[in-house]
T-cell receptor
Framework: DTEVTQTPKHLVMGMTNKKSLKCEQHMGHRAMYWYKQKAKKPPELMFVYSYEKLSINESVPSRFSPECPNSSLLNLHLHALQPEDSALYLC?????????????FGQGTRLTVV | KQEVTQIPAALSVPEGENLVLNCSFTDSAIYNLQWFRQDPGKGLTSLLLIQSSQREQTSGRLNASLDKSSGRSTLYIAASQPGDSATYLCAVRKETSGSRLTFGEGTQLTVNP
């Protein structure tokens, strides 16, 4: 099983709303990632968790707040987003965060901020 | 800074053709290179991973090669089918960039029936 599951698939939220994206994997992977992807562009790294600790924050605005409750779950809490934050948000996982390691991606959450 | 370039940006071929997608990277100090497929509005599907010590990997009609010294990788697709239509992305994991994957801009492939 090489599945990374993201919920919801689609999300529309207002600029004053608070919402959360959820990601789950049961492959025993110890590194989990959040990426943001705009149309016709490659994914851009936002956050990396390694062994449930935040190891990389790519200078992401504080309106995005990641959380890793356990080794299988990754959340992204959203608050006071802007219309330009509308994008496809992808979660990924890999066995480790360094060295030779294969990344597996979820199907993404299509976020629209209105 | 690691840069990854994919050529061509778009490719349209008739069904049945064999084709090659190219990926080049500037820093040869990599752990691995990974090829992905992305359908419109969907996530990335891992196709092949090549470790830096390997020369090629094969999966079905797909064959990926790696020439680390020249900073190049190719993805060969044999006997293309309309279902192969998608965007293909290559990404490298650099030795000094920790957990980061550096992506190319992708090649948008259309296979016409």
């Amino acid at each position: 099983d090489t599945e990374v599951t993201q919920t919801p698939k689609h999300l529309v939220m207002g600029m004053t709303n608070k919402k959360s994206l959820k990601c789950e994997q049961h492959m025993g992977h110890r590194a989990m990632y959040w990426y943001k992807q705009k149309a016709k562009k490659p994914p851009e790294l936002m956050f990396v968790y390694s062994y449930e600790k935040l190891s990389i924050n790519e200078s992401v605005p504080s309106r995005f707040s990641p959380e890793c409750p356990n080794s299988s779950l990754l959340n992204l809490h959203l608050h006071a987003l802007q219309p330009e934050d509308s994008a496809l948000y992808l979660c990924a996982s890999s066995l480790t965060g360094t060295g030779v390691t294969e990344a597996f991606f979820g199907q993404g959450t299509r976020l629209t901020v209105v | 800074k690691q840069e990854v370039t994919q050529i061509p940006a778009a490719l349209s071929v008739p069904e049945g053709e064999n084709l090659v997608l190219n990926c080049s990277f500037t820093d040869s100090a990599i752990y691995n290179l990974q090829w992905f497929r992305q359908d419109p509005g969907k996530g990335l599907t891992s196709l092949l991973l090549i470790q830096s010590s390997q020369r090629e990997q094969t999966s079905g009609r797909l064959n990926a090669s790696l020439d680390k010294s020249s900073g190049r990788s190719t993805l060969y697709i044999a006997a293309s089918q309309p279902g192969d239509s998608a965007t293909y992305l290559c990404a490298v994991r650099k030795e000094t960039s920790g957990s980061r994957l550096t992506f190319g801009e992708g090649t948008q492939l259309t296979v016409n029936p």
